[in-house]
């Protein structure tokens, strides 16, 4: 089920987020959510080593990246 958010912006903020909502063809509602789904994707796949925390134990030295791009696929 839908939530809802209620937010104060300035006018600025706000004539600026009817400009770019309208730039893509969205209503302000739509913009936001689509923009809010796409900012939280981000967030939740920027770190794969994050879910694994407390599963494993690893070195204090480990660096998750050099292992990653050392991998063979």
Known sequence: MPKQLNINLSPTVWSALLALA?????????????????????????NPVQRLYG????????DYKKELANREL
């Not at 959510?33 to 796949?45: D, G, M, P, S, W």
């Open 55 to 62: 599963i494993v134990s690893l070195p204090d030295d480990f």
């Open 22 to 46: 309208a730039t893509h063809g969205q209503d302000v509602e739509s913009y936001v959510a689509t923009e809010l789904t796409r900012v939280t994707q981000f967030a939740t796949v920027d």
